[in-house]
């Protein structure tokens, strides 16, 4: 069974990612996995509600009082997880917690990185972003995590046609439907042992029947 740990922060968050993680190790897109908790930074965020609505064991390790990195790791260490998923968390990963956790933390960002990436690439800036650029293709980006902003390397992309999006809202419901798809797929290869990482360069190994 693999032991999968949500990180959120800020009080923005939907919590659709966390729900659609949860969803998928109990609908078999995820096979032999289970979330083991959700730690927020912060309880009045609506992602935290939500997680408590689906019964997920949720925490809250706050980064503004004292020694942030070594209570969320010490929370972390406490629920074992085998992969650790953000679920739109927008702060930088304390390096200890990078360290013990080297290639096991992962980020799905809402376009094809390394374009429209970076601090204060987040939500709705992004799809305003791609749409005032004008690109005809979006999608999104399931990465490891590194000590930058969405900088690790890649893992999976899946690219959306966004030609006749009329609005970044009409992007960002796009991608959002990539983002249903490629998270999972992504955790999916992560825990059934088929991720191979070689610098920036990630190798999904090939399933026998493929
Ligand atoms: C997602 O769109 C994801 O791309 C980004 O954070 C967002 C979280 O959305 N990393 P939600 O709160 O899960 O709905």
């Known amino acids: 069974m693999s032991r ?40 009045s965020s609506p992602a935290i509600g939500r997680a408590k609505e689906i019964s997920l064991s949720v925490s809250i390790v706050s980064p503004l009082k004292e020694n942030y990195a070594e209570r969320l790791l010490s929370k972390l260490n406490s629920l074992k997880p085998d992969l650790i998923c953000l ?70 992309q899946q690219v959306v046609s966004i030609d006749d999006a009329k609005s970044p809202d009409e992007v960002g419901a796009k991608v959002l439907e990539a983002e249903r798809i490629a998270y999972p797929e992504a955790v999916r290869l992560l825990c059934t042992g088929r991720v191979r990482v070689d610098g920036r360069r990630v190798e999904i190994e090939k399933a026998e029947e493929e």
Not at 112 to 138: E, I, R, T
């Open 87 to 156: 679920a739109g968390y927008m702060r930088r990963i304390p390096e200890q917690v990078l360290t013990e956790y080297r290639h096991k933390i992962v980020n799905i960002h809402p376009a094809l990185l390394p374009s429209f990436g970076g601090q204060g690439m987040y939500g709705s800036n992004v799809h305003q972003a791609v749409f005032d650029y004008g690109v005809k293709v979006s999608g999104c980006t399931v990465h490891f995590i590194d000590s930058g902003y969405d900088t690790g390397p890649i893992i999976l």
């Open 4 to 43: 999968i740990a949500i990180l959120i922060s800020g009080a923005h968050g939907r919590g659709s990612t966390l729900v659609n993680l949860a969803q998928a190790c109990k609908d078999g897109r995820i096979p032999g996995s289970e979330v083991v908790g959700v730690i927020g930074t912060i309880s």
